[in-house]
């Protein structure tokens, strides 16, 4: 009786895991399949000249933004008039004064309560778009470009393009294990998913890093997006109101990943825990919209409905150890679909015999990320703060008082 009892739990449990795992084993084969293909190639456009803003987000990063800003600057093209605007977010070091020096044109912004990178964001596009700009371009402090990155975004946008991103890459993949594994999940994530995107006609996503919007696009969808996910919130607003990003496979942006401590734990907890609330806010929104006729959403359901890859692994081990041969057979087949995935991320993605090593160390990691489980649940609650990455030094308090704002 209690074997029986037991087993029935087993099938319940492994076969629950299996359809849950579903969507996302559909999502991750489709992207792959389509990632693989040559990339996508973008007529130039129009030559005419082009006004293009580059806005740097910055909170405390007085030991990185200048080398941002020199990186920035030294990209400049012929037609192309640039303006690299750093906003000086609610900064208590030098971040604003350091900025200046090295080039930079600086807006500061202090705000008690609205803290975190889409409220930045917002109070840029808000001071700018009245300067009559084309397009704006989104970099992290801690990032440098490669030197193509603004005449291929300006491209993208001089051909019709109402959004667009780049490659998003990590800088110091060699520093740990940690980091290159993050190089090879970020090769997943942001190269072969929006790549194979890009191939099917569909809106590639946003990033965080590397994003650029056009002028028209940020008037009629402004960047009000608040959460510690930001880029992906905004993108749903941008598929929901029918504008599409463009993938810009030529151009890259690379950026710092924390090494260790608590930087690393900070930035998968906002990560993956904002991506929780997101599911939980706007799975129902999308799937309602897809059941009245908006096909066009049904692929961002599928890509919210797919969990972080180490949540996805779990899900489909589970279900493999079921006794249910329905159940076993759909996870066999998602675990060989990461597998494939993982690989044509490397290929894809750039890297090589290191990469493919590093993937010895996933179990590891899948494991570390499962005992971080209570902290994501406590950054999805939709009260959750914006806390900064730590990446080096130490931070001190926002100085209490009445929120001002203040452009210089």
Known sequence: MITGVILTALIMAGTGAAFLSLPGTVELLLLTLAGLLPARRRSGGSTAHFRLAIVVPSHNEELNIARCVKSLRSVSQPGVELAVVVVADNCTDSTAEVARQAGARVLVRFHAEERGKGYALDFAFQNLLPECFDAFLVVDADSEVAPNFVQAMTGAFRAGADAAQCRYIVRNSGDSVRTRLMSVALYGF???????????????????NGFGLSADTLRKVPYTAASVVEDLEYHLALVRAGRRVVFVDE?????????????????????EGGRFRMMAEKTPLLAGEVLR??????????????????????????????PFWLARGLG?????????????????????AREVAVLLAAPFYVLWKLMLIPRLLRTSKSGAAWVRTERAGTE????????IEEKR
Request: charged share 15%; proline share 6%.
């Open 396 to 403: 001190t308090a926002l100085p209490p008082g009445k929120a």
């Open 293 to 322: 006729g908006r096909v066009a959403l049904f692929e961002p359901l599928l890509d919210l409905l797919l969990l972080p890859l180490a949540f996805h692994v779990v899900l489909l081990l589970a279900a493999t150890a079921t």
């Open 332 to 352: 066999l087949a998602g675990l060989a679909t990461v597998v494939l995935h993982l690989f044509a991320a490397i290929r894809v993605g750039g890297g090589g």
């Open 190 to 208: 942001n190269v072969l998913r929006p790549r194979g995107r890009d191939r099917l006609g569909l809106s590639c996503g946003i990033y965080g």
């Open 251 to 271: 151009a890259l942006v690379y950026g710092d990943m924390p090494v260790a401590g608590a930087g690393v734990k900070t930035q998968r907890a906002r990560w």
